[in-house]
């Protein structure tokens, strides 16, 4: 019975060499891990400062290596209501992955127990009886399916690690700016309904103009011809310099290049997104500062998919048809 609460997130034994990163969320999302101090009120200087049960965990994570010498840890970030790390495993196991972290799950349900065994006699109002009530039923600290996302692509591991460093500084801008980074639900443009994050005043503005670089600008280039590509580009940037919000999904190579540079100046744009948020829902590292400084709002007209990976051709077609028709009605 035990086995078969584990679904996992991809198939294979994954016995092999590669890198993993491993992400384990709190049951309800209790802060019981650590407290996020924010020193001067930046969120640069933030940190998290374990509690005894974030420390046990910590160690956990040096044990799994001891334990497994097949596996390496480079680098872990205990957040005050889950923890990532990322394992690299340098030559072929006897077991797969997921029962090496189905065993590190379990050693987790055990530091659960001795931590109850220690605080439940001194809980307070300071701890919700939800915890209490899950801490009696020796309920695991961590939902039941740790997400193991395998990393193969080259950068990948560098963002990464870049991206666990990052964390508490980023919980600190949106406990700091609750505004720009809470999933608003439903809200109304022009009888379409929206999920939005970020700035929603930009929604106000008096010009916009679509960022939606046409298959033939790219041909054209491909063939020796790069003036039409690169004046459209431009033509971009200098109307929002100007003060139009641009609009786009920002899918191609060229629109990404466009919005990099709205992002290096600070200039105010639409993103749409291709899949709804989750209510943990956090910008990518580009975008999130952005969304901190009231410079981007990210909208989706669709319901969030928490299985969706990959974005389709007719899922591009209506991005760029979304961004183009949102110009024309916000410009009214």
């Known amino acids: 019975m035990e086995n078969e609460k584990w679904h996992w997130q991809e198939p294979g034994t994954w016995k092999g060499i590669g890198i993993y990163h491993v992400t384990l969320v709190v049951t309800s999302r209790e802060p019981l891990l650590g407290t996020l101090i924010i020193p001067d009120n930046d969120p640069a200087k933030a940190r998290v400062e374990r509690t005894q049960l974030g420390e046990s965990l910590v160690n956990e994570i040096y044990h799994l290596g001891k334990i497994h010498p ?50 439940v006699p001194a809980f307070d109002a300071a701890y919700t009886s939800s915890v209490v009530s899950a801490f009696h039923a020796e309920y ?16 990948q591991l560098q963002t990464m ?14 406990k700091l700016k609750p505004g720009y980074f809470c999933v608003q639900r439903s809200v109304e443009i022009s009888g379409q309904n929206y999920d939005i994050v970020g700035n929603a005043a930009i929604l106000m503005a008096e010009r916009y103009m679509p960022v939606h670089v046409r298959r033939v600008m790219v041909e054209a280039a491909e063939h020796g011809d790069d ?10 940037v200098l109307a929002a310099r100007k003060g139009a919000v641009m609009v786009s ?13 709205l992002l290096e100046e600070g200039l105010s744009f639409i993103c749409i997104a291709d899949n709804g948020f989750g209510d943990y829902y956090k910008p ?17 007209p669709w319901a969030y998919d928490p299985q969706k990976r990959n974005i389709t051709r007719a899922e591009c077609v209506a991005m760029n048809n979304l961004a183009e028709s949102l110009c024309v009605v916000l410009s009214k």
């Open 70 to 119: 097949e596996i390496r840890i480079l680098q872990f970030c205990l957040m005050p209501d889950h923890l990532h790390f990322i394992i690299h495993v340098t030559r072929s196991m006897s077991l797969s992955i997921r029962k090496v972290m189905q065993g590190f799950w379990q050693g987790t349900k055990r530091i659960g127990r001795a931590y109850t065994s220690s605080i």
């Open 140 to 155: 695991p600290i961590f939902t039941e399916m740790p997400f193991i996302r395998p990393m193969s692509h080259r950068g």
């Open 161 to 174: 690690i870049h991206y666990l460093q990052m964390n508490p500084q980023r919980l600190a801008t949106k």
């Open 227 to 236: 003036k039409p590509l690169r004046d459209y580009m431009n033509a971009c």
């Open 249 to 261: 999904p920002f899918i191609s190579p060229d629109e990404r290049r466009v919005q990099a540079k």
């Open 284 to 300: 990518a590292d580009g975008l999130f500062d952005a969304v901190g400084t009231g410079k981007v709002l990210i909208l989706s």
